[in-house]
């Protein structure tokens, strides 16, 4: 079974990193998705409550998808799960430089794991957590981006 891990903050989860997903579930029959706890990063969900709106917005297809959380190296932990390959999505040339670094910076570190990248559709290349945040400060229109369960778990958050 070809099991890869996808790493990252999903804070919250956007269309964006649905469809790398679905992409990835094409080519890893199964995919475990590494929510990083990383302490230092302002984060606006808990990641308890990432967790939870990653299984609900991933519902049709959570058969194929184990949703844990990290605060370990992305790598290391794909390591120690058994898995030979992580994926990641890239949006712009800006996503290359960052994951240029990240992919050979990990392979010093765990030689034998590899990174896979997908880009999404272009409707969502655009799209970040960080761009739908912003968008939920000022109360704009969260529907094109998120899930319906995340809109109303952010507008709780912020009390709109
Ligand atoms: P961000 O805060 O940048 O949205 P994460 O740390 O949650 O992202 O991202 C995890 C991974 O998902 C990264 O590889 C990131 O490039 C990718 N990703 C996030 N949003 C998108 C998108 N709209 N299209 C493609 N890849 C994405």
Request: neutral net charge; contains cysteine.
């Amino acid at each position: 079974m070809r099991v890869a891990v996808y790493p990252g903050s999903f804070d919250p989860i956007t269309y964006g990193h649905m469809d790398i997903v679905k992409r990835a579930l094409k080519v890893f029959d199964k995919l475990i998705i590494l929510i990083s706890a990383n302490p230092t990063k302002n984060s606006l969900f808990t990641p308890e409550e990432r967790v939870d709106m990653v299984k609900v917005a991933l519902k049709p297809c959570i058969d194929k998808v184990d949703v844990f959380i990290s605060n370990e190296l992305s790598v290391k932990e794909t390591k120690r799960l058994g898995a030979t390959h992580m994926i990641r999505g890239l949006r712009a040339m800006t996503d290359f430089e960052y994951e240029f670094q990240l992919t050979h910076t990990n392979r010093v570190l765990e030689k034998d794991i590899d990174s896979v990248f997908f880009m999404t559709d272009n409707k969502y290349s655009f799209l970040s957590s960080t761009t739908v945040k912003e968008i939920a400060l000022f109360k704009g229109e969260l529907g094109p981006f998120v899930p319906e369960y995340v809109e109303q778990k952010i507008k709780e958050k912020l009390n709109y």
